[in-house]
């Protein structure tokens, strides 16, 4: 935007701009620059302005005057359920376990280089493990890990941050079924706690994500663990799906315990969401489980001070 003086009764445009600091004057970046109107300041430019979210993965470009990227949400990808488990023969049944949750950030803010190169990817939630019918198959069987972790990593900053995923739960034979466990955070990058942009934003005021408070992450955690029931024909439900976002997203419910006349789709475990793992699956017959939340990641670009 050129900047004009007036000149012996003529507005001239400028091509250098000094600003007087103390007794000398000196190149100094102007971040803001204001005009008096009507009596009034007026400010009429402005080196950055944050930018909209996004949640745009693969090759991003950093704007050339940013120097933050504010992380609002991000999550690896959820366990998928355990598959219910018929076992009259063995006098008891068992519902499939939980998926565990991917790892999380929630309001936190990376200094970043402007013109740099991010590389942004999310996964997709494990799959539902398969049911394990009566006389069951021997093999074990297992809800699907989430797929590749959520990370951002920059071509000058270097890594920023990588949210590994949630794993999935498995179903044995004989064997109540194991919860899938929580992905683990990795915090590479370099984290600002303080300041505000040029645009009038006090990072510590961020609280718009999941956990309501500024500068958070964290681990997965593991879902439940299977139920089991005994006698013949004995019906239970299946476990609950890890949480995510240190609890506030719920996983998906365990499918429902049935009537003892084959599984039905309320028997199969529901799906998680938003990084959260998959329900396990009920008992009668067996029950598939849940898939788990696909991991995701919002954020935006901004200039501090």
Request: hydrophobic fraction near 25%; charged fraction near 10%; glycine fraction near 26%.
């Amino acid at each position: 935007m050129p900047v004009y003086v007036k000149s012996g009764g003529t507005w001239r445009e400028t091509s250098e701009l000094y600003v007087r600091d103390g007794t000398s004057y000196t190149n100094k970046t102007i971040l803001n620059g204001y005009i008096k109107q009507s009596g009034a300041w007026e400010e009429f430019y402005t080196l950055f302005n944050t930018t909209s979210y996004s949640s745009a993965t693969g090759s991003v470009a950093v704007p050339a005057n940013a120097n933050a990227l504010h992380v609002e949400y991000a999550v690896g990808a959820g366990g998928g359920g355990g598959g219910g488990m018929d076992y009259d023969s063995r006098g008891y049944e068992d519902a499939g376990a939980g998926g565990g949750s991917g790892a999380f950030i929630s309001d936190k803010v990376f200094s970043v280089t402007g013109g740099e190169t991010l590389t942004i990817a999310t996964g997709t939630g494990g799959a539902g493990g398969s049911p394990m019918g009566d006389p069951p198959v021997g093999n074990p069987t297992r809800g699907g890990n989430g797929s590749e972790a959520t990370l951002v990593s920059g071509t000058t900053s270097g890594p920023i941050f990588s949210l590994a995923v949630g794993i999935g739960a498995t179903s044995t034979y004989g064997s109540v079924g194991t919860a899938g466990t929580g992905g683990s955070a990795t915090i590479s990058g370099t984290v600002l706690t303080t300041g505000t942009t040029v645009d009038g934003l006090n990072i510590t005021t961020f609280t718009s994500g999941p956990l309501s408070a500024f500068n958070q992450s964290g681990n997965g955690v593991s879902g439940s663990g299977g139920n089991r029931c005994g006698g013949d024909n004995c019906n239970i439900g299946g476990a609950n799906g890890a949480a995510s976002y240190s609890g506030n997203i719920a996983g998906g419910v365990g499918g429902d315990a049935g009537n003892g006349g084959g599984y039905e789709s309320g028997q199969v475990g529901k799906v998680g969401s938003r990084g959260s793992g998959g329900g396990g699956g009920g008992t009668e017959q067996g029950a598939p489980g849940g898939a788990g939340g696909a991991g995701e990641v919002n954020y935006r670009f901004m200039r501090i001070t």
